[in-house]
């Protein structure tokens, strides 16, 4: 029976517990997509986690969606995040870079001048994304031709590539909550007609071509990969998730993970028992969980490992907290996304607080 204090072996390399910190954007980099400094404090503070994965990181400038998203396409963004492994690494931590691509999210403002978002087909996301001139409505996007669709695959596998350079153990495609990977996947995004549209090979197509690419580039032992089946996230839908999920799944047990990350925001149902009995490989379950979900979960075979997010967030001092069953910092949303060091280096640890309490 599993614990959350149990080691994990994921690929080559050896977790020294099974708590995962979530890949969460948090908005600190400039323009460029380069990190300021004090991220690596972030990412150094948490590193007692058997695993960090980092927040999601632009494959190009093209994938950029959101305000302050770090990339990994120039030498900059690469040296940038140089510091954060090495941090991590000095501390004993482990971890991963997830990377994607946002597709129909992105704004026009976030995209080189004269670009437009870009997407499976011209089709706009009902609703708004935030820039700092206030919130904006999505726009309908360009539909990618055939020689794009390839040339994006190959730009995450060099990120991929850039990512190990810069020391990361590995990387997690993030093929989850709406972006380009899962409009792919969708039945309202995907009205293609080409070999990436229509049948749910088809539509698959594109993700197991980013698994392979990635995986070619650095090693299935490194190569992690996030889904959130049956996810709404940024206005997705997927008729028949549960048969399309059959057969990524069943492509996916003939590879070799390092691990799959499922974390679905679906109030209606729980996929982790859905997915889990049939993938073979590394299984990270996200999405709710707490210290006692997580510890039930595990001992009941459901997942190898659990990610936590907001509370990780709030708790740099996570896996210590849950050892002594101590009580835990709130989040506080307002500064998710702000740019600056409040709500972001300052949460304290159990010590950090007791001391502030003398
Ligand atoms: C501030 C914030 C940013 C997030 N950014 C990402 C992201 O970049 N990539 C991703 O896969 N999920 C992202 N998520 C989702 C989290 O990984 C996680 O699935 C979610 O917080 C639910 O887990 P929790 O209930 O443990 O917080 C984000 C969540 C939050 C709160």
Redesign the pocket.
């Given at each position: 029976m599993n614990t959350l204090f149990d080691k994990l072996q994921i690929g080559n390399i050896e977790l020294s517990n099974r708590i995962v910190y979530?890949?969460?954007?948090?908005s600190r980099a400039d323009d460029e997509g380069v990190q300021p400094e004090f991220v690596a404090e972030y990412y150094g503070q948490r590193a007692t986690a058997g695993l960090l994965i980092t927040?999601?990181t632009n494959v190009s400038a093209m994938a950029k969606g959101y305000v302050r998203t770090p990339g990994m396409y120039t030498e900059e963004q690469i040296e940038s995040w140089r510091t954060v492994t090495d941090r991590v690494h000095a501390d004993g931590g482990r971890i991963f870079m997830?990377i994607f691509h946002t597709g129909r999210i992105a704004l026009p403002d976030f995209l080189p001048a004269g670009t437009e978002p870009v997407a499976p087909s011209a089709v706009a996301a009902e609703g708004q994304n935030y820039t700092d001139a206030g919130m904006k409505e999505f726009v309908v996007p360009r539909e990618l031709e055939i020689e794009e669709v390839k040339a994006i695959v190959g730009e995450f596998a060099t990120a991929a590539g850039n990512a190990i350079k810069a020391g990361f153990d590995g990387v997690e495609i993030?093929g989850?909550?709406g972006y380009l990977i899962q409009q792919f996947l969708s039945t309202n995004v995907n009205l293609r007609t080409d070999e990436y549209g229509g049948s749910i090979e088809n539509r698959s197509r594109f993700l197991l071509e980013i698994v392979d690419a990635v995986a070619a580039e650095i090693g299935w032992e490194r190569t992690g990969l996030?889904l959130s089946p049956g996810g709404e996230f940024n206005d997705i839908k997927e008729d028949y998730a549960e048969e399309l999920y059959d057969y990524v799944i069943d492509e996916l047990n003939k590879r070799k993970l390092a691990y799959l990350h499922i974390?679905t925001f679906d109030q209606n149902r729980d996929w982790h028992p859905v997915i889990r009995p049939k993938y073979d490989g590394i299984y990270l379950a996200?999405?709710?969980?707490d210290k006692e979900r997580g510890e039930k979960t595990l001992a009941e075979g459901g997942a190898d490992a659990i990610v936590?997010?907001?509370?990780f967030?709030a708790n740099p001092d996570l896996p210590e907290r849950f050892r002594r069953n101590a009580p835990l910092n709130e989040w506080d949303d307002s500064t998710?996304?702000t740019p600056g060091e409040k709500g972001y280096t300052d949460y304290p640890t159990l010590e950090q607080a007791a001391s502030a309490g003398k």
């Amino acid at each position: 029976m599993n614990t959350l204090f149990d080691k994990l072996q994921i690929g080559n390399i050896e977790l020294s517990n099974r708590i995962v910190y979530a890949p969460m954007t948090r908005s600190r980099a400039d323009d460029e997509g380069v990190q300021p400094e004090f991220v690596a404090e972030y990412y150094g503070q948490r590193a007692t986690a058997g695993l960090l994965i980092t927040e999601a990181t632009n494959v190009s400038a093209m994938a950029k969606g959101y305000v302050r998203t770090p990339g990994m396409y120039t030498e900059e963004q690469i040296e940038s995040w140089r510091t954060v492994t090495d941090r991590v690494h000095a501390d004993g931590g482990r971890i991963f870079m997830q990377i994607f691509h946002t597709g129909r999210i992105a704004l026009p403002d976030f995209l080189p001048a004269g670009t437009e978002p870009v997407a499976p087909s011209a089709v706009a996301a009902e609703g708004q994304n935030y820039t700092d001139a206030g919130m904006k409505e999505f726009v309908v996007p360009r539909e990618l031709e055939i020689e794009e669709v390839k040339a994006i695959v190959g730009e995450f596998a060099t990120a991929a590539g850039n990512a190990i350079k810069a020391g990361f153990d590995g990387v997690e495609i993030h093929g989850a909550n709406g972006y380009l990977i899962q409009q792919f996947l969708s039945t309202n995004v995907n009205l293609r007609t080409d070999e990436y549209g229509g049948s749910i090979e088809n539509r698959s197509r594109f993700l197991l071509e980013i698994v392979d690419a990635v995986a070619a580039e650095i090693g299935w032992e490194r190569t992690g990969l996030r889904l959130s089946p049956g996810g709404e996230f940024n206005d997705i839908k997927e008729d028949y998730a549960e048969e399309l999920y059959d057969y990524v799944i069943d492509e996916l047990n003939k590879r070799k993970l390092a691990y799959l990350h499922i974390g679905t925001f679906d109030q209606n149902r729980d996929w982790h028992p859905v997915i889990r009995p049939k993938y073979d490989g590394i299984y990270l379950a996200g999405v709710g969980f707490d210290k006692e979900r997580g510890e039930k979960t595990l001992a009941e075979g459901g997942a190898d490992a659990i990610v936590y997010g907001k509370l990780f967030l709030a708790n740099p001092d996570l896996p210590e907290r849950f050892r002594r069953n101590a009580p835990l910092n709130e989040w506080d949303d307002s500064t998710f996304y702000t740019p600056g060091e409040k709500g972001y280096t300052d949460y304290p640890t159990l010590e950090q607080a007791a001391s502030a309490g003398k």
